[in-house]
């Protein structure tokens, strides 16, 4: 298998992540959807990564059905996620949200990046929904006493937790404010303490 894209991306290191822990061998192209945007076309005419060359060749993009395939593949003893059921359920949703605030993170910094002048409405709409899914991922993660989400077991979930806090905090300095995430700070700082996290890591290098 091959995957496509950078380290910094919090959607390409949350897959390169569980693959390294699934003991998946793969080759890594480190591109640019910016430098290697042609390259990168020939691949996925969407120009996204995460891309997955799958062995026969197809290529998939989207973390959530990367994962997902690769949860297939690992069986459902050793997946990153309950196979069904509430828990499965709980899951998906932080990680639908964890991974949403990483989408409005990176629209942000695009907007603040790419345009002379940025749109006043959609910055602060884009703060609106990064503040309110951080205030609400801390409420629930603070009422947790469990290691991890939902248990004792590294999942999906904390990873894209992880990844997403890192991302954010590195993209916009001062907008994550960790003395009002403890909780959250707390289950970062342990995932981020862990060989694979950091194996798996590219401090944030934005497009010239």
Known sequence: MIL????????????????RLYGFDY??????VF??????????PLRRVPTLVCDDGVALTESHLILDYLDGLAGEEKALIPASGKARRDALRICALACGLADKAVSLFYEQRLH???SDVWTDR?????????????????????RYWGGETLGH????????????SEAHPGVLDRARIPALAALSDGCEALP???TICQPFNPPA
């Not at 979930?157 to 954010?168: E, K, M, N, Q, Y």
């Open 4 to 19: 496509i894209g950078q380290y910094d991306s919090p959607f390409v290191r949350r897959v390169a992540i569980a693959m």
């Open 27 to 32: 080759e890594h192209r480190p591109w640019s």
């Open 35 to 44: 430098g290697d945007a042609e390259a990168l076309g020939a691949v996925n």
């Open 116 to 118: 002379d002048v940025s």
């Open 126 to 146: 884009c703060h609106t929904q990064i503040g309110g899914t951080l205030a609400l991922l801390e409420a629930e993660r603070a009422a947790q006493s469990t």
């Open 157 to 168: 979930a904390d990873i894209a937790t992880a990844c997403t806090l890192r991302f954010v």
């Open 196 to 198: 694979v996290f950091q």
